[in-house]
């Protein structure tokens, strides 16, 4: 196990398999909210899934609408069980987050490019941490 020190942006605990991105994602043109499909085909995740998944990426990019795409995938039930941002949190994933209660912490500085996709990951926003359970 594996224990990173984050800081709180949205409150909550969850626990889930990691999806690991090492681009920004921009939420208004790569996600398809009935699906939670990635579409964009030039995107490390491209056709994969965040439904019920520890998105874990740089941070969002694009505009402010974005923040209304995570509250789609939240009312569809695609959404992801918590984010990590490993770049300082931008607004457009605090604000989509907030309005869609879903738990995101920033990681900044935390390395996770040896975590491997399908990871179980718990984060827990409101202690400030994240674990990594390895085998």
């Not at 996709?117 to 827990?124: E, L």
């Amino acid at each position: 196990m594996i224990k990173i020190n984050c800081k709180k942006i949205v409150g909550g605990k969850a626990d889930g398999l990691a999806l690991l991105s090492h681009r920004p994602i921009n939420m208004l043109s790569m996600l398809d909210t009935k699906s939670g499909r990635i579409k964009e085909e030039d995107h490390d995740l491209f056709n994969q899934i965040v439904k019920d998944r520890i998105l874990i990426l740089p941070n969002c990019i694009g505009s402010s609408v974005g923040a209304y795409i995570f509250y789609s995938l939240k009312i569809n039930g695609v959404s992801p069980k918590a984010i990590i941002c490993t770049n300082r949190c931008d607004i457009i994933t605090a604000s989509g987050c907030a309005i869609s209660n879903i738990p995101l912490v920033d990681a900044t500085g935390s390395s996770f490019k040896s975590l491997d996709n399908n990871t179980k990951v718990t984060v827990d926003a409101d202690k400030q941490i994240i674990i990594i359970h390895t085998i």
